[in-house]
């Protein structure tokens, strides 16, 4: 018995209330009658019986399993390939920081050298307090609370309003008179602004803080009283803004003003609105932890190591696909097995030791790699030496003109299979396998396909009505 049929066994008859049980007591969802569904899934799920059911212990599409698994691992093999054909992976590289405390560094485009990172300012968020209220049920004004995001000047006294933020109401009407009810509004409100109550032994204060770091993501709160609201109320209301014209409104509460990230990169200055900085000049990624007044040392160097996971990466494709092609049934007529036997063909030429300026056999055992028995073998230790002490000679042997006469590298020689056979390229790029018929083979396919035809056949007009029955348990 396969391991789909004894799947569906071990539920037998229960299939139906198994199904049922996990979806609840609904009977339908956008129109869809689920019960119907159900019995067309276990129509199809229970083993068939009679003379037309096929064998317990058969496979379904077996034949298209393996030609997708052969298709699958020739296109990653491709994939490995046109990775070691790209420039990019030969030129990456990787930073260090000798104090990570301060700063990260990450770098994948970065010249190799040694880099100086002076951090004089963090990118901070505006964080603005209320006076202190003697407790959390004191009654605040009813009213409108302001909020509009900008800058403010070194002083703080005066504001620029952002103009792609246009200013935001939050409406505090009389179930909204207390600090905690007064935070749930802001917060959800959406206004780039976040709010919190904190309390200690001097009372509670609203806090309010800008949810993006930088100059230009501060904010002002304006308070505005309902003209009922007793004075007192009114004060306290009054007490919520962080606006230099406000009556009450006291700018001094701002414990934190929005600042950018100031930082000299071999003297260079720097300004960023985040701690997270993709400098375009030198090529690093810096992650700004804390501010120091000794400078930062940042190495970057070849990520040798990078370069050989991609090509460790490709030998594994290929010698996936080439135990695939091994395990395949030789009289197959699919097209995957046209696009492995040229590949393993061309990778053959290229190890062969008598194949004069065209083979590779010679300059890749000196790095390391040799084709034995089918298969790419890699030395690890003989290929980290080799792109240690010279990287380029790794790279021409992959993507280069290979000089002296001898034709591009190996993966560049892969590569032109989808450029000078247009029938082989059609088949390195096709999609999934069909069958001679056109259809796809999964049986997840089929089963939806059979589960279509028995919604189509059953489906009544009253099927599409809007209604959805859902039981509290259900919900």
């Known amino acids: 018995m396969g391991p789909f049929q004894t799947i569906v066994h071990r539920c037998d008859e229960a299939l139906e209330d198994c199904i049922m049980a996990t979806v609840?007591?609904?009977?339908?969802?956008?129109?869809?009658?689920?019960?119907?569904?159900?019995?067309?899934?276990?129509?199809?799920?229970?083993?068939?019986?009679?003379?037309?059911?096929?064998?317990?212990?058969?496979?379904?599409?077996?034949?298209?399993?393996?030609?997708?698994?052969?298709?699958?691992?020739?296109?990653?093999?491709?994939?490995?390939?046109?990775?070691?054909?790209?420039?990019?992976?030969?030129?990456?590289?990787?930073?260090?920081?000798?104090?990570?405390?301060?700063?990260?560094?990450?770098?994948?485009?970065?010249?190799p050298g040694d880099y100086t990172v002076n951090v004089d300012a963090m990118a901070m968020a505006q964080s603005s307090a209320s006076a202190s209220f003697s407790s959390l049920s004191t009654v605040v004004g009813i009213g409108t609370l302001n909020i509009e995001l900008g800058s403010w000047n070194t002083s703080l006294s005066t504001f620029a309003t952002n103009p792609n933020w246009p200013k935001a109401s939050v409406m505090l009407g009389p179930k909204d008179t207390s600090l905690e009810r007064i935070r749930d509004k802001i917060n959800a409100?959406?206004?780039?602004?976040?709010?919190?109550?904190?309390?200690?032994?001097?009372?509670?204060?609203?806090?309010?803080?800008?949810?993006?770091?930088?100059?230009?993501?501060?904010?002002?709160?304006?308070?505005?009283a309902d003209g009922q609201t007793s004075g007192e109320a009114a004060q306290a209301l009054a007490s919520l803004g962080v606006d230099p014209r406000s009556v009450g409104g006291d700018n001094e509460a701002i414990a934190q003003p929005a600042q950018d990230a100031r930082l000299r990169i071999n003297g260079r200055q720097v300004q960023s609105a985040q701690n997270l900085i993709e400098d375009d000049n030198s090529g690093l990624t810096l992650r700004l932890n804390s501010n120091s007044a000794d400078p930062v040392q940042i190495h970057v160097e070849a990520d040798t190591q990078a370069m050989a996971q991609d090509i460790q990466s490709f030998a594994r494709a290929y010698n996936d696909m080439a135990t695939q092609l091994a395990d395949s049934d030789p009289t197959s007529t699919d097209t995957s097995m046209q696009a492995a036997h040229a590949i393993e063909q061309r990778i053959q030429e290229a190890f062969n030791a008598d194949a004069g300026t065209n083979s590779l056999s010679q300059p890749f055992q000196s790095i390391g790699i040799q084709l034995r028995d089918g298969q790419l073998q890699v030395d690890e230790n003989a290929l980290d030496q080799a792109l240690k002490q010279n990287p380029a000679q790794v790279e021409q042997l992959f993507d280069g003109s290979g000089g002296a006469g001898r034709s591009s590298g190996l993966a560049t020689r892969l590569l032109e299979l989808?450029?000078?056979?247009?029938?082989?390229?059609?088949?390195?790029?096709?999609?999934?396998?069909?069958?001679?018929?056109?259809?796809?083979?999964?049986?997840?396919?089929?089963?939806?396909?059979?589960?279509?035809?028995?919604?189509?056949?059953?489906?009544?007009?009253s099927m599409h009505e809007d209604d959805v029955t859902m039981s509290a348990n259900a919900a």
């Open 418 to 461: 989808t450029r000078s056979d247009a029938p082989l390229a059609a088949a390195l790029h096709a999609s999934a396998p069909t069958s001679e018929q056109g259809n796809p083979p999964a049986a997840g396919a089929l089963f939806r396909q059979r589960l279509l035809e028995q919604y189509t056949q059953s489906a009544t007009p």
């Open 24 to 111: 609840g007591s609904a009977t339908r969802v956008d129109g869809v009658d689920l019960q119907m569904m159900v019995s067309a899934a276990t129509a199809f799920a229970r083993p068939q019986t009679g003379v037309n059911a096929p064998a317990a212990d058969a496979e379904p599409d077996a034949h298209f399993s393996q030609a997708a698994k052969l298709r699958s691992a020739t296109s990653a093999v491709m994939d490995a390939a046109a990775r070691l054909n790209k420039t990019q992976t030969w030129q990456a590289t990787k930073a260090t920081s000798d104090n990570e405390a301060v700063v990260q560094a990450f770098s994948d485009k970065a010249a």
């Open 189 to 224: 409100a959406g206004v780039g602004v976040i709010a919190l109550v904190v309390s200690d032994a001097t009372g509670s204060r609203l806090v309010l803080r800008s949810t993006a770091t930088g100059e230009a993501n501060g904010f002002k709160a304006s308070p505005q």
